[in-house]
């Protein structure tokens, strides 16, 4: 199982950005999809989760500015990022997280510059 992280770059301070997650491979026992990020410096943190029932959970830092989606279909997570800020720099990674274990991404950089 693997999980590819794509849609991370360069922003200036208000834009947007997309990311998206995909998963290769066959996962049971699944309990949320969620995304975190790591600032430079700083601790991961948990930003998005998004629930078998399609309930969504955000921190209160990201919360009116980001949206988590999903396609069941396609084994894809998405996170939209509105109104970014240069607080919101860092490394994004997308989680499944299983009854069994957690199955990380490998980081997407995003960078929101003043």
């Known amino acids: 199982v693997q999980l590819q992280a794509s849609g991370g770059g360069l922003v200036q301070a208000g834009g947007y950005l997309r990311l998206s997650c995909a998963t290769s491979?066959?996962?049971?026992?699944?309990?949320?999809r969620r995304w975190y990020r790591q600032a430079p410096g700083k601790e991961r943190e948990w930003v998005a989760s998004i629930v078998g029932g399609g309930t969504t959970n955000y921190a209160d830092s990201v919360k009116g500015r980001f949206t988590i989606s999903r396609d069941i279909a396609k084994k894809m997570v998405f996170l939209q990022m509105n109104d970014l800020e240069p607080e919101d720099t860092a490394v994004y990674y997308c989680?499944?997280?299983?009854?069994?274990?957690?199955?990380w991404g490998q980081g997407t950089l995003v960078t929101v510059s003043s």
């Open positions: 989680n499944v997280n299983t009854v069994y274990k957690d199955y």
């Open positions: 491979g066959s996962i049971n026992g699944i309990r949320a």
